[in-house]
């Protein structure tokens, strides 16, 4: 028993390892850009320059939203490269409402949706940081957009 032991863990230790792998866990942190949208979402879409030269625009609708109402996200992309991949993060400053992360999938030659849903909140008033991950390549550009709902 003891000789059939340390392989089946040897194997559960590779397996284990081989799906975190496969899921993204192990992967090393891409390189990070920060840059801060000073546009009202609620309000506009709004528009911001990648350090690439890249440029992107990004609408909520409907407009104004808040907690628990069906959103529907749009952006158009406009650059020399289009980005691997488009993520959206509803993170709460005032109070923590968990991960919430929504993946943008490519309708078109530049344009990019997603359906949202802001968790429901105990607060009247509700501060949000929208962190819109654009990666292209290994580099990973967290654009931030500030919402009051």
Request: charged share 15%.
């Given at each position: 028993?003891?000789?059939?032991?340390?392989p089946?863990?040897?194997?559960?230790?590779?397996a284990?390892?081989?799906?975190?792998?496969?899921?993204?866990?192990?992967?090393?942190?891409?390189?990070?850009?920060?840059?801060?949208?000073?546009?009202?979402?609620?309000?506009?879409?709004?528009?911001?320059?990648l350090?690439?030269?890249?440029?992107?625009?990004?609408?909520?609708?409907?407009?104004?939203?808040?907690?628990?109402?069906?959103?529907?996200?749009?952006?158009?992309?406009?650059?020399?490269?289009?980005?691997d991949?488009?993520?959206?993060?509803?993170e709460?400053?005032?109070?923590?409402?968990?991960?919430?992360l929504?993946?943008?999938?490519?309708?078109?030659?530049?344009?990019?949706?997603?359906?949202?849903?802001?968790?429901?909140c105990?607060?009247?008033?509700?501060i949000?940081?929208?962190?819109?991950?654009?990666?292209?390549?290994e580099?990973?550009t967290d654009?931030?957009?500030?919402?009051?709902?």
């Amino acid at each position: 028993m003891k000789d059939a032991l340390l392989p089946l863990l040897a194997f559960l230790t590779l397996a284990g390892g081989y799906f975190l792998q496969q899921a993204g866990l192990l992967q090393p942190e891409p390189v990070k850009q920060q840059i801060s949208a000073d546009c009202d979402l609620q309000q506009q879409s709004c528009q911001v320059e990648l350090p690439d030269g890249s440029q992107l625009n990004l609408a909520v609708s409907p407009r104004p939203f808040r907690a628990v109402m069906p959103l529907d996200i749009n952006l158009l992309f406009n650059g020399t490269r289009l980005p691997d991949e488009l993520k959206i993060q509803f993170e709460g400053l005032n109070m923590d409402m968990g991960y919430n992360l929504v993946t943008l999938q490519k309708t078109s030659a530049n344009n990019f949706q997603a359906k949202a849903m802001l968790p429901a909140c105990t607060l009247d008033k509700m501060i949000w940081a929208f962190h819109l991950y654009v990666t292209v390549g290994e580099t990973t550009t967290d654009v931030i957009f500030n919402v009051e709902t």
